[in-house]
């Protein structure tokens, strides 16, 4: 098969900051393609150039740049410039900018400040987008679009304009039918909401007093499904113009506000930006592989991988040596098939100056260029045994957007928002799983990740066991997976419910986490005790809940598993009432010392685990200990701290099996049988030691 492996390339840069012009792209495509590189992504902010006057369109400079790496072997993949409106739309259009919730309008001359529902942003984006589709269709160098550039990134996901207001009235117009249907979902008559006209019901702008939480949920869904439709509307034409080529977009791993599951339909497969903000663990950038492989539940592209220093985290630190290579092999390993660095060179001039390049703003090497070139001479082994060997995973966890953003709204402990958009300008601690000091301040994850640690708690410990992990929509098929884990399930739409039933009487193990089941799909409380309809599948309810400050932290007695072990309960604790359910621990301190906090039931062929508690990983290890071994859930290898096992498998029953040593310190493990390392091609008999940063791969096969 074929490995896409190369950059993201911006010639028209160069070409204006350097005195020999043009004449750079000749040794940068030469400089490529030594590096073994086959792809290059081009142009996706580029529409200023391309269209440097209303329907003055400019492709000649581009066709030269896409012709000089053409000579040189590369391929290309084009952005649609869109998510960059020229100077002139915006000059033309100052309501084209969006509003925040606090009802700031943004400024121009940035990126990603246009509205999604704006009628001439909309106009505008499709007639480049046709005019690019048109002119570049055919072209032998092109073998796929990549759709504008990272959705809602920069906190832009949710627009709040005069434009986006009439439009949510359409929205819920067509979801509501009436506004007698939509009174009663909102249920806001406690402070007098209740609506006699469709436009009377505002955008929820942030004012006095809490808003309405179905009105937000409704905008949140309303703002998605917006960049949903504009979205679709590029890949329309684009698969119009272009049939024979690739669509792909490129996410930004657990990014909040945009659900991906939507997003995502109608591409040919998902990309997606993997950059290591300060805080990062190499568990945290594999979860976010799985989710990414689980959006669409296909193999993925990183399409923007880091090299080197960022430019806007709360600290920037160099990458260490090999980082670029182990941050390449991770990728595969999680199901990568593309892997394209950001950026080229850096750049002298204009945004993002501090940003690290393959070559440095001289135009030297990095160490991370001549790591991809070593990458580029193993993938000539490596890629041809990657075709059909899939990523293997034994255990799903269910994200769902309904339910994040219900505890976005309603967190009620600040520090489980679960969502903090740029939160790396607020100088978070770094993400501290067991180890979380409530001195330290909340125990976000910072930068681009945003999501809470609690939720990637049972991730995390199945990391850590070697043990690989799908991370999927709640309503998917659950079939194949032996454990299912919906740590945040907080808001159930029926189908869930109907899935997870089935799924748990046709033999699955299901692990519920805390405030699974309080709301309905308008963001209400159930009438029925919590977990609301799961209590019979779960065997449980919740008789209270607490919301603890850090300083108050608890502590499980484990009951039924043997362990020596302590978990320690954070944030979250609710006493739970067992229906027909053991109880696996209860609560060690506080008022409630010795009340259930973790329960236990069989049903059909299945089982419930009800975890009342927010706990780190370690509470996961000790459950997974126990709940594990009898549904038949192992590790392809003994864990070895630090270093990450995973496995990509045939259908023919080979396994590649990817070992990688995330520490800074040299590690031992034992192989399952002796092989050959297929990047070094050394032989091991049955240890292998891996040092700081190393990567090995091995084929193993059965018997
Ligand atoms: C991404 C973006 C790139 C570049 C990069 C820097 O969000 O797509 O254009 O800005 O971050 O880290």
Redo the contacts with the bound molecule.
Sequence with gaps: MTFFFGCDYYPEQWAQWLDEGEARWETDAGMMAAAGFNTVRLAE?AWGLLEPEPEQFDFAWLDRAIAVLHRHGLSIVLGTPTAAPPPWLLHAHPDLTQVDENGRRQGPGTRREACANHPAYQARSRLIVERMASHYAGHPALIGWQTD??FG?HDTGRCFCPHCARAFQTWLRQRYGDLAALNKAWGGTFWGETYHAWEHIPAPLRSTAERNPGHLLDYFRFSSDSWVAYHRAQIDILRRACPGQFITH?L?GFAPQINYYDLSQGLDFVSW?N?HYHGATPAAIAAAHDHMRGVLRRHFWVI?Q?VGQ???SVYNPATPPGFTRLKTYQSIAHGADGMIY?RWRQALAGS?QY?SGLLDHAGQITPSYAEAAQIGREMQTLAPLLAGAEPQAQAAILLDYDSRWALEIQPHNQHLRGNVAEDHELHLPALQMDSFNPQDGPPYMTGRNWLAWPFLAPYVALWEKNIGVDIIAPAADLSRYPLVCAPFLHLLRPEIIATLQSYVHGGGTLVLGPRAGYKDAHNRLFATPQPGPLADLAGVHVRFFDSLEPRRANHLHWRSIPTTHDAIINLWAEVLQPRDAAVLASYGADWYAGQPAITHARRGKGQVIYVGCMGGPALYHILFDWLLPPIGVAAPLAPVAGVEVAVRQATDGRRLIFLLNHTAESRTLSLPQPGTDLLSGQRHERLLHLHAGQVAVFELRDG
Excluded: K
């Design positions: 902010f550039n990272e990134c490129n930004m930006d950059y923007e880091q960022v430019n806007w950001f993002e940003h």
